[in-house]
């Protein structure tokens, strides 16, 4: 289990913790992001951060998914 949010401080341990499960990206929540905020290939998402944007991540799992970017693009905002 990876509970490191920061990629600033979880570099060192984000990619292999990815690499261990055969993956190439991450999503996070209960972190207060205006929204989502993308740390590397890590996408933390906050669904209830009430100063800010509400989102959620539509996957769609017939796409590949090969990094944060890719994450990033499947992100829909919840509208008050």
């Not at 009430?50 to 796409?63: I, P, Q």
Request: glycine residues 8%; charged residues 30%.
């Amino acid at each position: 289990m990876l509970w490191e949010r920061n990629y600033s401080l979880s570099r060192n341990y984000l990619d292999p913790f990815l690499e261990k499960f055969h993956c190439k990206t991450s999503i996070v929540g209960h972190t207060p992001v205006d929204g989502v905020e993308l740390n590397g290939n890590q996408l933390v998402v906050s669904s209830s951060f009430g100063r800010g944007k509400k989102a959620y991540v539509e996957l769609d799992l017939e796409k590949k998914i090969k990094n944060g970017q890719d994450l990033l693009k499947m992100v829909k905002y919840i509208d008050d």
